[in-house]
Every structure is written in C-alpha cells, then in structure tokens.
C-alpha cells in the first residue's frame, strides 16, 4: 500500500521526507495545481525535492509551495503512479512526451 504526504516545499519541509522507498512527488502551487510530477528512487526523494525548490540553482519549481509524496513498494510501482499523474494533471513544468 502507497503512504502519502504532504509538506511545504521548503528547505525545512523537506528535512520531513523519508527517502526509505521510493516513490512520486507531486509539487503543488497555492491553489492546490500540480505544477511538477516527479519521480525519485530509492534513498533519492529527499534530494530529488530539493532540486526544485523555488531557490535551486539546478530546476527550481518557482509556483511550489507545498510538495505531496506517495511512497510505493518499487520503483516499477513509482514510475507506473508518475506517468499516471503527468497523464491525468498535465503540470506545465513537465516535458511533453515523458
């Protein structure tokens, strides 16, 4: 069963996010849109969030404000759920045809 969630998409939030599974992030805005769906590996997700703080140098998700995590079994699993998302929500900061 995939656990779920959610934090504010700052360097502090971030500390509150287990990278034991692997799993999706969902980078919300304010009003609760997905603005980038994500997926991380294993002992990744912690890191793969910090990449697109608003502040990162590296792809910062500039509308973020809060993140939503679904942890899975595998990581088969994670990438079935991030395509699913991408397909469902279409965040405008991710690349078409993922």
Do not use: C
């Amino acid at each position: 069963m995939a656990t779920k969630k959610t934090t504010p998409l700052t360097k502090a939030g971030t500390k509150k996010i287990s990278s034991e599974k692997p799993g999706v992030y969902d980078i919300k805005n304010q009003q609760g849109d997905s603005e980038y769906v994500g997926m991380a590996k294993k002992g990744r997700m912690q890191g793969r969030v910090e990449e697109h703080l608003p502040t990162s140098a590296k792809d910062p998700v500039k509308n973020g404000s809060k993140v939503k995590i679904t942890n899975t079994k595998t990581k088969e699993a994670a990438l079935k759920k991030e395509k699913q998302l991408i397909k469902s929500k279409q965040p405008p900061q991710n690349k078409k045809g993922k």
